[in-house]
T-cell receptor
Framework: GENVEQHPSTLSVQEGDSAVIKCTYSDSASNYFPWYKQELGKGPQLIIDIRSNVGEKKDQRIAVTLNKTAKHFSLHITETQPEDSAVYFCAAHGAGSYQLTFGKGTKLSVIP | EADIYQTPRYLVIGTGKKITLECSQTMGHDKMYWYQQDPGMELHLIHYSYGVNSTEKGDLSSESTVSRIRTEHFPLTLESARPSHTSQYLC??????????FGPGTRLLVL
């Protein structure tokens, strides 16, 4: 089955700096890669996603890049703000699979 | 904003009690899921449903059971709660298996 590795497990950045979280996946048939943000006491919320036929996608300060050959994808947050502090999860979905496979999460702290 | 609700949000209960965690969604999604998560940690799929009268176990073994009698409702039941069941339980729904929308979670503490 699919295996998703996520790094780093914790990340601290100064407000205004950029943050990058990286994930690798094992199943070359995986074709959908969402990113979720989970704030304290809340459920995960989808913030951006990318499909395997696209190399990059942006939404304001957030971008995701995908390298299918290397089987890795990354979340980029620019101009970080304190409200970006949360746990971020990457996930992968393989064609024909019944589930999303999640990474173990990255706790991002943005220091004012 | 996804319309998916979970009740209760917090539950403290004694060992041996029967509990039901409620999950409902108003989006008409056929697919629904239950995940178990230790706070801030990875999500483990314990149950999923493709539609009414369809339920399957996920990768993580769980002593809980689920039912899907109505499209919008996917309750999870523990017949006899134990301290090892202490965790956060997240419900999600989706149109396909891809983009899943999560509820706020139920934090369970079994004493």
């Amino acid at each position: 089955g699919e295996n998703v590795e996520q790094h780093p497990s914790t990340l601290s950045v100064q407000e205004g700096d950029s943050a990058v979280i990286k994930c690798t996946y094992s199943d070359s048939a995986s074709n959908y890669f969402p990113w979720y943000k989970q704030e304290l006491g809340k459920g995960p919320q989808l913030i951006i996603d990318i499909r395997s036929n696209v190399g990059e996608k942006k939404d304001q300060r957030i971008a995701v890049t995908l390298n299918k050959t290397a089987k890795h994808f990354s979340l980029h947050i620019t101009e970080t703000q304190p409200e970006d502090s949360a746990v971020y999860f990457c996930a992968a979905h393989g064609a024909g699979s019944y589930q999303l496979t999640f990474g173990k999460g990255t706790k991002l702290s943005v220091i004012p | 904003e996804a319309d998916i609700y979970q009740t209760p949000r917090y539950l403290v209960i004694g060992t041996g009690k029967k509990i039901t965690l409620e999950c409902s969604q108003t989006m008409g999604h056929d697919k629904m899921y239950w995940y178990q998560q230790d706070p801030g940690m990875e999500l483990h799929l314990i149950h999923y449903s493709y539609g009414v009268n369809s339920t399957e176990k996920g990768d993580l073994s769980s002593e809980s059971t689920v039912s899907r009698i109505r499209t919008e409702h996917f309750p999870l039941t523990l017949e006899s709660a134990r301290p090892s069941h202490t965790s956060q339980y997240l419900c999600a729904s989706s149109v396909t298996e891809e983009t899943q929308y999560f509820g706020p979670g139920t934090r369970l503490l079994v004493l």
